[in-house]
């Protein structure tokens, strides 16, 4: 068991509900791995509590915290100082306070997606992707693939929600939500940002029949970890990319803002979170 003393560095995650999150899970299996005294909490906060949380977190030594649904905006109304990417965001899932008082924050979920797919080998420059969705999750991989000198092209069952992105990124084009399918030949890697597929939610029926044969499918939802989509990619004999890592991936900054090891996703660790979802 690790112990925690008066000295410890403490972050958390906030949002609501937050039973779901397994970001708990995997800092403290990084905290455990590296013996840090520390420790790295849940807390439910209420949207209309949530910037004076922040600043008692700020008062009582919290070294910084992770936000997620429905905080991510407020928390950006709450910086300081923000990056480029949390500027295109409009939104963070990362903060930790400077010891004069100052709150950072950034946006890793794009960045985290981008190192997920290069740990399974896959390059970016040059390549033709299409999205899946126009929402925050669409936003911000949208925005670190363009980083990586990716061509995207973007789909949406809302058309305006699609032209809002291109426009806002000033980048990529739009194919129709009906006729996407009709097109993935042309596209070297397919990426679903929507819920489709998720537990709970609605189906992924969409067929693949038209991609082709060097087409790379992945997906940003890990609960399935396998989805129906990539279950459909599989079958077809496509490689495929699972979600799970992009969580893990995007926890290493926070991780090493606040603790001071930069951590790494591993084998052990991935197994250790994918465990959790079958409970």
């Not at 905080?71 to 400077?98: P, R």
């Not at 399974?120 to 925050?136: C, D, M, P, Q, W």
């Not at 070297?188 to 939610?201: I, R």
């Not at 930069?262 to 979802?277: Q, R, Y």
Request: charged share 20%; hydrophobic share 40%; glycine share 8%.
């Amino acid at each position: 068991m690790q112990i925690i003393t008066g000295k410890a560095k403490i972050a958390a995650v906030l949002g609501w509900p937050i039973e779901h999150s397994r970001s708990p899970l995997l800092h403290n299996f990084w905290l455990q791995r590296h013996q840090i005294d520390g420790a790295y909490i849940p807390l439910a906060v209420k949207a209309e509590d949530f910037k004076d949380v922040i600043q008692t977190m700020k008062a009582a030594g919290f070294k910084g915290c992770n936000v997620t649904i429905p905080h991510k905006e407020a928390a950006y109304q709450c910086c300081d100082i923000v990056d480029e990417t949390a500027k295109k965001m409009g939104s963070v899932n990362t903060l930790w306070f400077t010891e004069d008082g100052k709150i950072c924050g950034t946006s890793t979920d794009g960045d985290g997606f981008v190192a997920n797919l290069k740990d399974a080998g896959i390059t970016l420059t040059n390549k033709k992707i299409l999205i899946l969705g126009a929402g925050g999750a669409a936003r911000s991989v949208a925005y670190s693939l363009l980083q990586e000198n990716a061509q995207i092209t973007i789909t949406n069952r809302t058309l305006e929600r699609a032209e809002q992105l291109v426009q806002d990124l000033n980048s990529g084009r739009i194919i129709d939500w009906q006729s996407w399918t009709k097109e993935l030949g042309s596209f070297d890697l397919l990426v679903n940002t929507t819920s489709l597929g998720m537990e709970g939610k609605e189906d992924f029926q969409f067929d693949l029949q038209n991609a082709s044969k060097n087409l790379v499918v992945t997906d940003i939802v890990y609960v399935p970890r396998i989805t129906p989509l990539l279950k459909a990619a599989e079958q077809k004999g496509l490689k495929t990319v699972e979600g799970l890592g992009m969580l893990l991936h995007q926890a290493r900054l926070g991780f090493s803002k606040w603790f001071g090891v930069d951590p790494i996703v591993d084998h052990e660790l991935t197994e250790f979170v994918a465990n959790s979802l079958k409970k």
